[in-house]
């Protein structure tokens, strides 16, 4: 099933222009999840915000973004404030720029997200964009605000739609010589030891398959989960057999009365 669009706008080359939806390619609803509870009651357990100072619940309405200048000293900015320093790469990805396909470190991709064209008008000139790209080997460069941050993307074509990755910023990506270059270079390793272990990676080389990026902690949590259902289940089925909430009860009679029948009796006189 697809995914829930989440942004709409219109994708833009020059002079065509024909509107777009996007969804993120990757999703953690699957995920296994766990709430935080009271394990004397059972109930779930609430986090508020409180104020640093007073130590009082803030209410969501009285909640606002501070830049801070100083200890204690903030900006305060309200959504009208962020709204009226939008941008025009809001809704629209204008591509200004292509580069070479691979030329981009996948270091720098950030998150993928599924591009299709919004509407039977705009088809043909979403599948100009593509092909053209595609035919070129290029991947296109623009902008675009997402999470009220402007961010650089880079539109791949695949298959029938485009893929949008965000890009991470440039001072998040650090520099691989600052970990590398201290590694001793001691020339070429021994050709033995080299075919040896080329042997070894071609009997090890399978065709890739998204199950090897399974996650094994997820299946065993869900055997786990599923295993205390089951229990639960049985303990509360052989509760309600035995009388409800008498069941410890009447099973301690029981096994006094079958004491005191078996106890041996005194002779009679």
Known sequence: ???RTYWK??????LVTCPVAMTP???????????????????????RYVDAETGKVVDEDDQARGYAQGENDFIILDDDDLDAVALDTTRTIDIDT??????ISWLYLDKPHYLVPNDEVGEEAFAVIRE????SKVV????????????????????????LWTLRYGDEVRDEAAYFGDIPDDGEPPARATQLARDLIGERTRPWNPKMASDPVQTELAR?????????TKAAKGKEAAGGDNV??????LRKSLATETKPRGKRS
């Open 9 to 14: 706008g219109y994708l833009k080359l020059s």
């Open 224 to 232: 786990l989960i599923q295993s205390k259902k089951k229990t639960r």
């Open 248 to 253: 410890v009860d009447l099973f301690a009679a």
């Open 132 to 135: 053209a790209m595609k035919a």
């Open 1 to 3: 099933m697809a995914g």
């Open 140 to 163: 296109g460069i623009a902008r675009l605000v997402l999470y009220r941050r402007e961010r650089a993307v880079m539109l791949q074509p695949r298959d029938k739609g485009i893929v």
């Open 25 to 47: 390619a990757t999703s953690e609803s699957e995920k296994i999840r766990f709430h935080t509870i009271n394990r004397e009651t059972g109930n779930r357990v609430e986090s």
């Open 98 to 103: 292509f580069v070479p396909r691979g030329a």
